[in-house]
């Protein structure tokens, strides 16, 4: 409950500051065939809202996902209960504005210091991690927005010792970030069709592999944990003003840090979205 009111509470901050707010998304998601490390592949339902801004030197993006909001829960994996949620806060602070300097190199157009905030809650799987590193925009032919990112991550792990809570941040390895958007096609005044993609890759996670143990959805099984992961996102969009429709497809491998069951997996997923 904690942790919901602070990610709420600098969401809150967020728009307060952002008084050139680019844009903010609210889209309804559909999952077949979720990687799910505890057991079968399952079925999802999500509200996502996300949005995105800047002020100066500084570039902030938000998501907010929560699962089943309308109250179905998946009966292959009960761990997905309604209101369990995932947020992702990512900041970017451009050095060529601050420094007042065109930084380019090559291919890239603009650096960033940039940091990274994720949190998830359900029955089966809770954390977060906080994520530091260096950014970029770099300019590829034919692709509008393209950008890289690559982080030194860590752990929060809380601890129990002596009836005494024990707050650390463990060394959680690298992840190295691309994010892509493009716009394909233009069909008359209104209507648009982009393609976007994203890619990470997470290596060298040893606590993860250490420390990432439990059991599955039947309880019998022992998870184990693994110190990569790789997941990749495509989707194209149809958009009409503000309304889009998207269909799109993940693939992931060693899905959070896991070997076990069905951690590498191939998902579709059908969207609807609203721009505001």
């Known amino acids: 409950m904690k ?13 307060a500051v952002q008084a050139n707010l680019g844009w903010m998304q609210l889209n309804l998601y559909k999952g077949v065939g979720v990687a799910n490390p505890a057991g079968n592949t399952y079925n999802i339902t999500y509200l996502e809202v996300e949005g995105a801004g800047n002020t100066g030197c500084l570039e902030m993006y938000f998501s907010v996902d929560i699962n089943e909001f309308l109250g179905a829960t ?48 359900d029955q089966q799987f809770s954390g977060d991690n906080y994520s530091i590193g260096l950014g970029t925009d770099i300019q590829i032919p034919y692709i509008e927005k393209f950008s890289f990112n690559f982080y030194k991550m860590f752990e929060h792990v809380n601890q129990q010792k002596n009836n005494n809570w024990k707050v650390s941040f463990e060394d ?46 039947t309880g019998t099984y022992v998870l184990s944990g693994t110190s990569t992961e790789w997941l990749m996102f495509n989707g194209l969009f149809w958009n009409a003003k503000k309304w889009s429709i998207s269909t799109s497809f993940k693939l992931h491998n060693h899905y959070l840090y896991r070997d076990s069951k069905n951690h590498d997996a191939l998902s579709f997923w059908f969207g609807l979205h609203r721009k505001f």
């Open 3 to 15: 942790k919901t009111i602070f990610c709420l509470a600098l969401l809150l901050a967020f728009s």
């Open 172 to 217: 959680a390895g690298w992840l190295a970030e691309i994010i892509w958007d493009t716009q394909l096609k233009e069909i008359g005044e209104d209507f648009t069709l982009s393609y976007r993609g994203k890619a990470t890759y997470g290596f060298a996670n040893n606590w993860a592999e250490e420390n990432y143990l439990g059991p599955d959805d």
């Open 74 to 121: 998946d009966v292959v994996r009960e761990s997905v209960q309604p209101g369990s949620y995932q947020i992702l806060l990512n900041s970017r602070f451009s050095l060529d504005k601050f420094l007042l300097t065109d930084l380019q190199l090559g291919s890239v157009q603009e650096w960033y210091i940039t940091g990274l905030y994720q949190g998830r809650a």
